[in-house]
């Protein structure tokens, strides 16, 4: 009875979920559920948002680096609640709609405040909060209720959007759209400040045992990523990260393709892309308790597979506004594929023994090269959806995602592989 360790309580990994994704509300969520919304009242076209998420993803490349041995230096609920904070005053601001070029400097810093201060945090505070044996179930709650906060913040977005909207959507004027939407900016950050303020104050403590397996808060060297790169799974999982990333970034056309190929309204469009969010707590929490009781790369290679051949369909061109239940079989299996993966790739740091006391460290190393999509996915997309507008350029969107996904499945057979042989 003298080693039993004590598990931290379940509040904790709730405060985790709200934190996780409200971070990201603002720079990412918004947008992918308002896409055309979004578009109108900024005046900028998909090539014109991507260059903000390239802007975001240059400034998240070097933070990755830095903020990864941050992250076992100093307590999880200190740099969380300042990037909270941080993130939603930069909210604040988008509701004065910027211009393009503050739009830029504002994508930046919430490139800081969400990766520099928060990402590795989060990920180490997880791993910590899983112990030795539960790692998918504690990454399965994260990203599933990551999922579920999102679409609840969609959800309520939608409300607060559709109360300041007075008449049928088609004959309001541009005016009335952008003050809804305003609206819904002032309001999702309000949400993010009174996270932030929960964190700080219930997030203290995570385990009676955090200070064993943190590293001495001297030392901060380039040592710790000497180690982490002699580590092979630590560049499969790379590539891993890069190939499902570059996926999750394509769910933020889904409200494009409902309303340029379907042929739905706005407020019918964003709520496809909140109805797909519901599925992520349900797909995190399933998946996360089979890969505890298998192994969590089984399941990222099963989601690769799923990637790969709805991206294959959508890119074929056969989905069209004569084929919706398609379109909803298509989409729906897409999302499983793309969530499964995303729940599951840190839940393979222990698979991939990793030591505990470098999570911080490896995390920073692996986002660095794993969510460059940041940088690059915005750009190319917009590339092909501006240059040919409407169904052919989603479906030349949606070629490039399937490529991205042959290669995370080879990948993802890889790390199965060589984790298999180390535990051996």
């Keep these: 009875m003298k080693n039993k360790t004590k598990k931290s309580p379940a509040y904790i990994i709730i405060l985790l979920i709200l934190a996780g994704e409200a971070v990201f509300i603002l720079p990412f969520v918004l947008q992918r559920i308002f896409r055309p919304t979004f578009l109108e009242v900024f005046a900028i076209n ?20 830095f903020g990864g041995p941050l992250a076992d230096k100093f307590k999880p609920h200190l740099l969380m609640s300042v990037a909270l904070m941080l993130t939603a005053c930069g909210g604040f601001y988008l509701s004065t709609y910027p211009s393009l070029l503050n739009l830029h400097i504002l994508y930046g810093f919430w490139g800081f405040t969400t990766i520099f201060l928060f990402w590795a945090a989060m990920i180490k505070a997880t791993r910590i909060w899983g112990g030795k044996d539960k790692q998918g179930i504690a990454f399965g709650f994260l990203d599933g209720g990551r999922g579920l906060v999102a679409a609840l913040f969609g959800s309520v977005g939608l409300i607060i959007f559709s109360l300041f909207i007075t008449k049928d959507i088609e004959l309001t004027s541009f005016t009335e759209r952008k003050e ?15 996270i932030s303020i929960l964190v ?15 590293i001495s808060k001297s030392n901060l060297t380039f040592a710790d ?16 990260i890069l190939c499902a990333y570059y996926a999750y970034k394509m769910t933020d056309v889904f409200s494009l393709y409902a309303k340029d190929v379907m042929g739905y309204n706005d407020i019918e469009s964003a709520k496809v892309g909140t109805y797909l969010l519901y599925m992520r707590p349900v797909i995190g929490v399933v998946i996360g308790l089979l890969a505890d009781r298998t192994r969590a790369s089984l399941w990222i290679i099963v989601g690769f597979f799923l990637m790969l051949i709805t991206s294959g369909i959508f890119a074929s061109g056969i989905i069209n506004d004569g084929s919706t239940l398609f379109f909803i079989l298509s989409i729906g299996t897409m999302a499983i594929g793309v969530y499964s993966a995303r729940v599951l790739y840190f839940a393979t740091l222990e698979e991939g023994k990793i030591p505990i006391a470098l999570t911080g460290t490896a995390v920073g190393f692996i986002s660095l090269i794993g969510y460059t999509p940041d940088i690059f996915a915005g750009p190319l997309m917009g590339y092909f959806l501006d240059k040919n507008p409407g169904a052919l350029g989603l479906q030349h969107a949606f070629g490039v995602m ?3 996904s042959g290669i995370g499945l080879i990948a993802a057979y890889l790390f199965y592989k060589v984790s298999k042989t180390k535990n051996t």
Excluded: D, H
């Design 225 to 240: 990523f000497k180690i982490v790169m002699k580590i092979p799974s630590v560049w499969l999982l790379m590539i891993i």
């Design 200 to 214: 700080f104050f219930f997030l203290k403590r995570l385990s009676p045992s955090e200070e064993n397996i943190s």
């Design 402 to 404: 399937s490529i991205f």
């Design 180 to 194: 809804a939407f305003k609206q819904v900016i002032i309001y999702t950050s309000l949400a993010i400040c009174i």
């Design 46 to 65: 998909n090539v014109q948002i991507g260059s903000c998420f390239s802007i975001y993803g240059t400034v998240a490349f070097f933070s990755y680096f």
